[in-house]
């Protein structure tokens, strides 16, 4: 395996990892206000993804900027095609950190009903927009032989790209329901469960148009489709699980579709990074897009080094919140719209 091939194999990695890590956080933060009754039992759900949300966003960070050093025409083209996009969603990330930090800054039920207004239409913001992002790749986009975007803004909602964007926000709705039922206690825990049974079906539907569109699409080696089975297995065996209460076992399969759906991706796409819907001339390459063969040693020897410092460090911070997140049993706080005065 050469290092440009190493490096695409890192990138899908990153995605990956970010999709399953904030994937969830995702789900926590769109339904958290449906599935707390009271502002108490919201914290609850909100408190289970606190210690976690931010360290979990530095897989994006780190997925862009790998893509920006290793692959600097991938990130040239990519990112300047979507520009109005990743605008909207570096606002829906900063709104959603700033709704963390100021919902409970002041006791007032109009507050806090609005940052939690925030904090939903920011996680579904992200990976909507994000998941229509990376299904642009594989569908086409308008590039000329010099490697320029020529479409607008409109040229971005092709009908694979908002299927897949669907398809990630249903996922994550669903990773984050059996998070809750893995990581919460009490009535939350319960609703987190019930919603997980509910949503396990649209998701399993999803995951397999996903699975024959992607397929349908794609001109990688046929031993790709084995990414395709295991999003499908993923999807699958989380029926059974959400619905004998398997808390663990569920998120796990959970993990799995929305892990499986985003290496998919990168898999079919290959050795592609990004489609021409002009001509298939114009496509661009893991071989046309790379950096110089010193930059990316360079970059191979950082990430040897750092990559597992990295997950060491995640995976220590898992460990030590790893206790559940329950409603105080002395709370009697009275059920008032948030919208509303109390």
């Known amino acids: 395996m050469n290092l440009q091939i190493l490096w695409f194999v890192i990138i899908a990695i990153l995605w990956t990892g970010f999709f399953v890590l904030e994937g969830f956080d995702f789900g926590v933060g769109m339904l958290h206000k449906f599935i707390g009754k009271t502002d108490t039992e919201r914290r609850v759900a909100i408190n289970a993804i606190g210690?976690?949300?931010?360290?979990?966003?530095?897989?994006?960070?780190?997925?862009?900027?790998?893509?920006?050093?290793a692959f600097p025409s991938w990130y040239a083209t990519w990112f300047s095609a979507g520009y109005l996009?990743?605008?909207?969603?570096?606002?829906?990330?900063?709104?959603?950190?700033?709704?963390?930090?100021?919902?409970?800054?002041?006791?007032?039920?109009?507050?806090?009903?609005?940052?939690?207004?925030?904090?939903?239409?920011g996680s579904a913001l992200v990976?909507?927009?994000?998941?229509?992002?990376?299904?642009?790749?594989?569908?086409?986009?308008?590039?000329?032989?010099?490697?320029?975007?020529?479409?607008?803004?409109?040229s971005l909602l092709t009908p694979y790209g908002l299927m897949v964007g669907v398809t990630m926000v249903v996922l994550c709705l669903l990773h984050g329901a059996t998070f809750l039922?893995?990581?919460?206690?009490?009535?939350?825990?319960?609703?987190?469960?019930?919603?997980?049974?509910?949503?396990?079906?649209p998701a399993l539907v999803l995951i397999?148009?996903?699975?024959?569109?992607?397929?349908?699409?794609?001109?990688?080696?046929?031993?790709?489709?084995?990414?395709?089975v295991v999003t499908a297995l993923g999807g699958i065996a989380a029926v059974p699980f959400t619905r004998s209460g398997s808390e663990g076992r569920a998120f796990t399969a959970t993990a799995v579709a929305i892990g499986g759906a985003t290496a998919s991706l990168f898999a079919s796409l290959y050795p592609n990074v990004m489609v021409s819907s002009t001509t298939a001339a114009n496509n661009l390459t893991v071989a046309n897009t790379a950096s110089g063969d010193y930059a990316l040693t360079v970059m191979t020897v950082v990430a040897v080094l750092l990559f597992p410092v990295v997950l060491i460090y995640q995976g220590w911070t898992y460990y030590v919140f790893r206790a559940r997140v329950t409603v105080p049993k002395d709370t009697t706080e009275e059920r008032v719209p948030e919208g509303s005065s109390a």
């Open 208 to 228: 397999l148009v996903f699975a024959v569109w992607t397929r349908a699409l794609s001109e990688a080696p046929s031993w790709t489709v084995i990414f395709l």
């Open 85 to 121: 996009a990743l605008l909207l969603v570096l606002v829906a990330l900063i709104i959603r950190g700033v709704s963390f930090e100021y919902r409970g800054k002041v006791d007032g039920s109009r507050w806090r009903g609005s940052w939690s207004w925030s904090l939903v239409i």
């Open 181 to 201: 039922g893995l990581k919460t206690d009490g009535v939350v825990r319960e609703r987190g469960v019930a919603l997980a049974r509910t949503l396990v079906w």
């Open 127 to 154: 990976p909507l927009l994000l998941g229509v992002a990376l299904g642009d790749l594989l569908a086409g986009l308008p590039i000329d032989s010099n490697q320029e975007f020529t479409g607008n803004f409109w």
């Open 51 to 69: 210690p976690v949300w931010d360290g979990n966003e530095v897989w994006l960070i780190v997925g862009g900027a790998g893509i920006f050093a």
